[in-house]
């Protein structure tokens, strides 16, 4: 899952492609690169990140997913607003993939259950605003699995089917350095929910302080490693910056421990 992030204020490419042409431009790049998803977002969720009007937020995406979308490509929405889920339905996006595990919008359980798209659904501590400012868990693996499979039941209840669930722990939200790593070494826990597993590690902040506090442009070796512990692990979905980098990185593990180059 390659990431294009139509905003000014990503922690880690802000500006970027917040202009809709370079936007699809990145999207197209990372389809080559070999991206299976295209995942398009207009609000960053970084911490400390200000919420974007929702007007806002579907001007700067539709035109995106209506370009690629329009090449065949599957696109997945970044988003906590149903008002964007039902406009990037609309334009073509496949996938929602939404940091409150459709909690943030009342209305968003509904509208996905009545298309054909599959959800993402994340575990964040708090919002973006202030999600790490102390967060704190008596056993985060417990928790956020505690939480997953309960979103994972209102889903299905709400008549999501199980086969169109993916789950992501979502390291980094609402998490510390050690929450993160005690996450990545249990990923076997949430593999039994039996749904597909989403890692998005891709340039946060943990590699920097396992490392030398890099910027998020200089955190692609980190990056990688987690990718592939993930993966390990059992990761089905990779969430990246580098698409490129990442897929040699998979072709060249999967050579050494799959014998399938």
């Not at 039902?86 to 459709?102: E, K």
């Not at 902040?205 to 910027?215: G, L, M, Q």
């Not at 998020?216 to 980190?222: F, V």
Request: hydrophobic share 50%.
């Amino acid at each position: 899952m390659g990431i294009v992030n139509v905003t000014p204020d990503s922690f880690s490419d802000g500006g970027e492609t917040v202009d809709a042409a370079a936007a699809v431009e990145r999207g197209l790049t990372f389809a080559r690169e070999g991206a299976d998803i295209i995942d398009v977002g207009g609000e960053s969720t970084r911490p400390g990140a200000k919420p974007v009007p929702v007007a806002e937020e579907v001007r700067r995406v539709v035109p995106v997913i209506e370009a690629l979308a329009a090449r065949g490509l599957v696109v997945s929405i970044d988003t906590r607003h149903a008002e964007v889920i039902a406009a990037a339905l609309n334009a073509g996006a496949r996938i929602i993939n939404d940091v409150t595990a459709l909690q943030g919008d009342p209305r968003s359980l509904s509208l996905i259950a009545a298309s054909e798209a599959s959800v993402v659904l994340m575990h964040m501590q708090g919002e973006p605003r202030t999600m790490q400012d102390d967060p704190r868990y008596g056993d985060v693996v417990a928790e956020v699995g505690d939480f997953l499979a309960q979103r994972v039941a209102a889903c299905e209840a709400a008549g999501i089917q199980r086969h169109r669930i993916a789950i992501d722990p979502g390291i980094g939200f609402g998490k510390t350095l050690a929450h993160n790593l005690a996450v990545l070494r249990h990923l076997a826990v949430f593999r039994r929910l039996g749904c597909a597993l989403l890692i998005g590690a891709s340039r946060k902040s943990f590699i920097a302080r396992i490392s030398r506090n890099e910027p998020p442009l200089q955190r692609l070796g980190g990056s990688i490693a987690a990718a592939l512990a993930a993966v390990a692990a059992g990761a089905h979905i990779l969430r990246v910056h580098d698409v490129a980098a990442t897929q040699q990185a998979l072709k060249v593990w999967r050579a050494i421990h799959l014998a399938t180059p």
